[in-house]
C-alpha cells in the first residue's frame, strides 16, 4: 500500500544500479517524504496486483497516492517517466534532468531499456548497506 504520505519509488532489491540508485535518492532527498519498496517484496507483489499491466515491466517504478492508498487513482510511472519523476521531486539542480522531455518519451524509453538490458554488468546487490534508523520507516519492506 501507498498510504497517504508521499510517492513510493520501487525499485529492484537484486540490482546494484537500482540499490545505488536508492542510496544515491536518500543521500540527495531534502524532503524526506519519499518512500522506497522492492518490487520483489510484499509491497511489490501488492503493487503488481493492483497493476496488472506492470507484469514483465523491468523498471523503476514511481508511484503517486490515490485515493486513501486504495489503488484507485494511482500514478504509476516506468522507465524514463519514474526517473524525469525522481528528478523533479529531487529538485535543485536535479531539475536540470527535466530537458530531457524534449525526447520523446519512446526513444528515452528505448534507453533506458538499452541501459536496463545491460545493468547485470554493474553488478548484484549481495549486500546493501543497512539503512539508518531514520530512513527505516521509509522501506515499506521494513515496516
Given at each position: 500500500?501507498?498510504?497517504?504520505?508521499?510517492?513510493?519509488?520501487?525499485?529492484?532489491?537484486e540490482?546494484?544500479?537500482?540499490t545505488?540508485s536508492?542510496?544515491?535518492?536518500?543521500?540527495?532527498?531534502?524532503?524526506?517524504?519519499?518512500?522506497?519498496?522492492?518490487?520483489?517484496?510484499?509491497?511489490?507483489?501488492?503493487?503488481?496486483?493492483?497493476?496488472?499491466?506492470?507484469?514483465?515491466?523491468?523498471?523503476?517504478?514511481?508511484?503517486?497516492?490515490?485515493?486513501?492508498?486504495t489503488?484507485?487513482?494511482?500514478?504509476?510511472l516506468?522507465?524514463?517517466?519514474?526517473?524525469?519523476?525522481?528528478?523533479r521531486?529531487?529538485?535543485?539542480?536535479?531539475?536540470?534532468?527535466?530537458?530531457l522531455?524534449?525526447?520523446?518519451?519512446?526513444?528515452?524509453?528505448?534507453g533506458?531499456?538499452?541501459?536496463a538490458?545491460?545493468?547485470?554488468?554493474?553488478?548484484?546487490?549481495?549486500?546493501?548497506?543497512a539503512?539508518?534508523?531514520?530512513?527505516?520507516?521509509?522501506?515499506?519492506?521494513?515496516?
Amino acid at each position: 500500500m501507498t498510504g497517504a504520505v508521499g510517492p513510493v519509488l520501487y525499485y529492484d532489491g537484486e540490482c546494484g544500479v537500482c540499490t545505488r540508485s536508492v542510496e544515491l535518492v536518500l543521500r540527495h532527498d531534502r524532503r524526506g517524504t519519499l518512500r522506497f519498496a522492492s518490487l520483489r517484496g510484499a509491497p511489490g507483489a501488492a503493487l503488481l496486483a493492483r497493476h496488472p499491466e506492470l507484469a514483465g515491466v523491468d523498471s523503476l517504478c514511481w508511484v503517486e497516492d490515490g485515493e486513501g492508498g486504495t489503488g484507485k487513482g494511482e500514478r504509476v510511472l516506468v522507465r524514463s517517466e519514474a526517473v524525469l519523476a525522481v528528478a523533479r521531486y529531487l529538485g535543485g539542480w536535479w531539475r536540470v534532468a527535466a530537458v530531457l522531455r524534449v525526447i520523446p518519451r519512446a526513444i528515452r524509453d528505448a534507453g533506458y531499456s538499452w541501459f536496463a538490458r545491460r545493468r547485470g554488468r554493474f553488478g548484484k546487490s549481495e549486500a546493501c548497506r543497512a539503512p539508518t534508523a531514520a530512513e527505516r520507516s521509509r522501506f515499506l519492506d521494513l515496516l
